[in-house]
């Protein structure tokens, strides 16, 4: 795998991440009116229970799971655990509102060369770990080459519109 490098398989961008759920209608309560997904309609076809939402830019399929009393449930915040992670533009609001709402969250703060990253981490109703953060704090830095980006879809966009030179 050493030898592949830039984007062998032509990816664009993230599609959707898939979670199984106890509840569909719980899980997608969660995503609609705490993280700001949209329903959106599903393919008639499918045999099996599941809604799909979209925003932020991706999409969340939620899948009924078929034997629902056995799945675990976490019950500690471990923000070294699988996670999707979400940019905010405040985390004063976010924190407010998660409170208000009554979710429970765990808060860290990352330094990286006097810059700081805020992090507020807490579960979905299946205990999948959500992540919100000032992630755009920290220039995201290639190991390869000597570039300095943002982690923001904004910022990497931007980059890629640059007419090279060459074609000047």
Not at 8 to 27: A, D, G, K, T
Not at 40 to 50: A, E, L, T
Request: aromatic letters at 8%.
């Amino acid at each position: 795998m050493k030898g592949n490098k830039g984007n062998p398989l032509q990816l664009s961008s993230l599609n959707h991440i898939s979670l199984v759920c106890r509840s569909v209608e719980e899980s997608t309560d969660f995503y609609h009116n705490v993280l700001g997904f949209v329903p959106v309609r599903r393919p008639g076809s499918f045999d099996f229970d599941g809604a799909w939402l979209f925003g932020h830019g991706i999409g969340i399929h939620l899948l009924q799971s078929e034997d629902p009393g056995n799945m675990p449930k976490k019950t500690v915040i471990n923000p070294k655990d699988n996670h999707i992670s979400f940019q905010c533009e405040s985390m004063g609001a976010a924190e407010k509102k998660l409170g208000e709402m009554g979710i429970e969250w765990v808060r860290q703060r990352v330094e990286e060369g006097g810059i700081y990253v805020d992090q507020l981490f807490f579960h979905d109703p299946d205990g999948f770990m959500v992540e919100i953060c000032n992630c755009d704090n920290i220039p995201m830095v290639p190991l390869a080459e000597d570039i300095v980006r943002s982690c923001s879809r904004l910022n990497l966009r931007q980059q890629q519109i640059q007419v090279p030179v060459e074609l000047l």
